[in-house]
């Protein structure tokens, strides 16, 4: 989130030992100040929950303002168990699944609303996270520009610099992906995996109409090659099975018949 009431060194301050802002103690300590808090609402259980403490991610330049904002973050680390609907394994091993997280906000601390109603922030859309993918996309893209612009888009990716608000035009920001999550890293693609299914995609939401819950998606594909020595084992079987027919008619056909068939069962239950 944005905040724009802080004051350098009376909310924050530049540590000189990490080489960044910090803010103060006092202020974290204060139950009084502006801190969101979310949960996750298709919960069924939560085994454990860590929160960091907040941190200043880096300041925010607008055109319109007289002073540098403070984009401030923390991390949710959520391990539980949670409830998701409408999973239909019809086309096993090659199905696809939807995993749904309701994201909501809780109610602020210190007092209701106008309307006697618990006060809870309401949840956007990333704005400021697209406007930092689209820096860093510019960054990446830098060996291409020309030295002079190649230092400016260097400069605008540094943590320690502001991030200019009206940078990129509206086309720009329609274009660039809501999310953009670690799915890559130096060694190439990340294997993810929740069971025997690998996570392809991340994606989030607003909720319709908008409130204060927010939709994130995970989408998973199965593994199917790890079936693929199963069915290839079975369906060989299944084969021999067939070779039952060529018994030779007598007294004793159906139990010849029987034995082959009971066999082939027994070794598929084995399996």
Known sequence: ????????????????QTQKLQLSSWLLNDVGHFEPEISVANAVEVEEEQ??????FRTVKRLEATKETLWITKQYTIT??????????????????????QIVAKPL??????????RSPRLLEPRLRIRECLVQQAAEAADQLPAKEKKAALAAAAPMSALYYERFDEDSLEKQARHIWGRF??????DTEVGDFRVCAFGGKLSDPPDNNYIVDMYLAR???????????????TIICLCSVFVPYSDDLLANRLSISLGIVLTLVSY
């Open 223 to 237: 593994d199917w090659t790890m079936y693929l020595a199963d069915f290839i084992l079975k369906l060989m079987l």
């Open 109 to 118: 601390q210190g007092g209701l609303s106008t309307l006697g109603l618990p």
């Open 51 to 56: 929160v960091s403490a907040p941190e200043i």
């Open 185 to 190: 890293d130096d060694s190439g693609i990340l």
């Open 1 to 16: 989130w944005e905040q724009t009431d802080l004051l350098e060194n009376v909310h924050y301050h530049y540590d000189m």
């Open 80 to 101: 539980g168990t949670f409830k998701c609907t409408k999973l239909d394994a019809f086309r096993f091993p090659f199905d696809m699944h939807r995993l749904h997280f």
